[in-house]
């Protein structure tokens, strides 16, 4: 079946540095991965489309300079958090469409952020 | 635009008994549904699928849902609950007429299954 890696699992970081998170598609090519943003107990709420090689498409409200996303090869997807907050802290997923898939997307395990 | 909704923030079930999960949708176009559970910590698992076809779809686990397209409902259900079968449900729809790539989500329901 087709994996999705999210890595890490866990990050905590002081307020003002960024973090890096990274989605691998591990045995697809993904041309196009999303990335969602989950407060607890909630719903996923999506944040941004990235298509490789292209720039991503924001979502309304979602600050393309606070939340860098870089799709640069078929099988990788990085977000990065800039000059992070406390109310950044959130889990982050990531899911990836497999190249010339229509429906299905599959899911990393997601990344809890803690900004202290 | 899409949306789905799930009414229960939680349902009970006792070990053995027959469960449903709701979820309605409201899309312009064609839906193309899922269903996912999520365990704490953890990402999105996929349960099961309605691209089109037949509207009765089994999944994983044992898990099926029902596509209603008169009552734009697609209910999540299994005939026999386990205790392992408690977490986190999320219904979902994509517009596919719209374009639209990425899903959009409900609420999440959460299933606690007494043993």
């Known amino acids: 079946g087709a994996v999705v890696s999210q890595h890490p699992s866990r990050v905590i970081c002081k307020s003002g540095t960024s973090v890096k998170i990274e989605c691998r598609s591990l045995d697809f090519q993904a041309t196009t991965m999303f990335w969602y943003r989950q407060f607890p107990k909630q719903s996923l709420m999506l944040m941004a489309t990235s298509n490789e090689g292209s720039k991503a498409t924001y979502e309304q409200g979602v600050e393309k300079d606070k939340f860098l996303i870089n799709h640069a090869s078929l099988t990788l997807s990085t977000l990065t958090v800039t000059s992070a907050h406390p109310e950044d802290s959130s889990f982050y997923i990531c899911?990836?469409?497999?190249?010339?898939?229509?429906?299905?997307?599959?899911f990393g395990q997601g990344t809890r952020l803690t900004v202290v | 635009a899409q949306s789905v909704a799930q009414p229960e923030d939680q349902v009970n079930v006792a070990e053995g008994n027959p469960l449903t999960v709701k979820c309605t949708y409201s899309v312009s176009g064609n839906p193309y549904l899922f269903w996912y559970v999520q365990y704490p910590n953890r990402g999105l698992q996929f349960l099961l699928k309605y691209i089109t076809g037949d509207n009765l779809v089994k999944g994983s686990y044992g898990f099926e849902a029902e596509f209603n397209k008169s009552q734009t409902s697609f209910h999540l259900k299994k005939p026999s609950a386990l205790v392992s079968d408690s977490a986190l449900y999320f219904c979902a729809v994509r517009d596919e007429d719209t374009g639209r790539r990425a899903l959009t989500f409900g609420s999440g329901t959460r299933l606690q299954v007494q043993p």
């Open positions: 899911s990836a469409r497999r190249q010339g898939e229509r429906t299905e997307a599959f």
